[in-house]
């Protein structure tokens, strides 16, 4: 695969969705100064990705070249099947974790841990898929995100 900066992907994804924006425009929405944002656009032309067309005196309009889709499609489904590689990876630790707690007969758990954070979602859904209950305290038994890990405690 083609080696492609994180700044050069946003780029193409923000030129994708709004040819007309601005490198103004592109500097705010990325957080990058207009310095840069040129540079990596002059970059992405010489790349072959994107063409620029002169609409007056002052206006730009970017589009991506169908090398420059190719790549930003490539990129985007590189990152989606990662995602479901860690996705998978913390479903089947999840899944383990209630085959424990089922030959255990354990049928009620509190999780504990980062209310946003998506391995305590990935439990707390197969739990449920499994009908164990979900405690509102953190009594009896409690399974706790640890890293990429789930611990079983016991809690009086």
């Avoid at 040129?38 to 169908?66: A, E, M």
């Avoid at 989606?80 to 479903?91: E, G, I, N, P, W």
């Avoid at 758990?109 to 990935?122: A, M």
Wanted: proline share 1%; glycine share 6%; aromatic share 8%.
């Amino acid at each position: 695969m083609t080696e492609i900066k994180q700044h050069e992907y946003d780029l193409l994804n923000e030129i994708g969705q709004d040819p007309m924006v601005t490198q103004a425009n592109l500097s705010s929405r990325l957080g990058i100064a207009v310095g840069s944002v040129n540079w990596y656009i002059k970059r992405l032309i010489q790349r072959g990705w994107v063409k620029v067309s002169h609409l007056d005196r002052t206006r730009l309009k970017y589009d991506l070249t169908k090398e420059g889709m190719s790549v930003f499609t490539q990129r985007a489904l590189l990152y989606a099947r990662d995602s479901l590689k860690v996705y998978s990876d913390f479903r089947k630790k999840a899944k383990a974790m209630v085959t424990e707690l089922q030959q255990k007969d354990i049928q009620q758990v509190y999780l504990e841990g980062d209310h946003n954070d998506e391995t305590l979602d990935i439990l707390r859904l197969t739990c449920i898929e499994a009908g164990i209950q979900l405690s509102k305290t953190p009594q009896g038994v409690v399974i706790q995100v640890d890293g990429q890990d789930y611990r079983m405690m016991i809690r009086d």
